[in-house]
């Protein structure tokens, strides 16, 4: 579970040739037990967020 207020997120971590099953048997399963079909994204890790210098002719 992630965040609050979020209405019960998850972050699956799922090997990329699994994705699609798993995306597929999730929502039916969801949808089956909640009656209520669910938002899923499907993406993949990057590098985040980093700290980039500010020139000091952009400085005021």
């Known amino acids: 579970?992630?965040?609050g207020g979020f209405g019960g997120c998850t972050v699956n971590?799922?090997?990329g040739e699994c994705a699609a099953a798993f995306e597929?048997?999730?929502a039916r399963t969801y949808q089956q037990a909640t009656g209520v079909a669910p938002d899923i994204y499907?993406?993949?890790?990057?590098?985040g967020a980093e700290a980039w210098p500010v020139e000091r002719s952009l400085q005021p």
Do not use: K, S
């Open 13 to 15: 971590l799922v090997r």
């Open 42 to 47: 499907v993406c993949e890790p990057a590098q």
């Open 24 to 26: 597929e048997h999730m």
């Open 1 to 3: 579970m992630t965040g």
